[in-house]
């Protein structure tokens, strides 16, 4: 029998569910994004809305503010559904331009934590 641990492989973490404190779920993440210098988890990319996937929007939130919930098993995210919303997205059939640091900045802003790579 193997012990509790701090660390999940990345593949275990993609369809989590995200939910609210109250344990309302906010979508579930599709994937995240690491830095591929420092190895780094920068941000999870969750999907929301939609209907079996069809016309669901991507939500890419710092990493940060994300904390896990053992009693619910899933990611928190102490997020309003009017602040779900208005966060930046973009389509499913789009990409976000992660090379784009302004845009990053904007996210980080908007979640009001500093950047992971300093700065604010």
């Known amino acids: 029998m193997s012990r509790p ?3 999940i492989a990345s593949d275990r973490v993609e369809g989590t569910a995200v939910r609210r404190p109250s344990g309302d779920l ?3 993440i599709e994937r995240l994004m690491i830095d591929k210098i420092t190895g780094q988890v920068s ?7 939609g209907f079996f996937g069809l016309g669901s929007k991507l939500l890419p939130v710092p990493w940060g503010k994300l904390s896990y919930n053992t009693r619910f098993e899933a990611y928190e995210l102490d997020i309003s559904e009017s602040e ?4 930046p997205s ?3 059939d789009q990409d976000f ?4 640091r302004s845009q ?3 996210l980080h802003r ?5 950047p992971y790579w300093g700065g604010f």
Do not use: K, Q
Not at 97 to 100: C, I, L
């Open 26 to 28: 906010v979508g579930h």
């Open 84 to 87: 779900l919303r208005n966060a």
């Open 43 to 49: 941000y999870a990319v969750l999907s929301f809305g």
């Open 97 to 100: 331009d992660w090379g784009d």
């Open 110 to 114: 908007y979640y009001g934590i500093p």
């Open 5 to 7: 641990h701090p660390l």
């Open 90 to 92: 973009f389509g499913a």
């Open 104 to 106: 990053e900045a904007a």
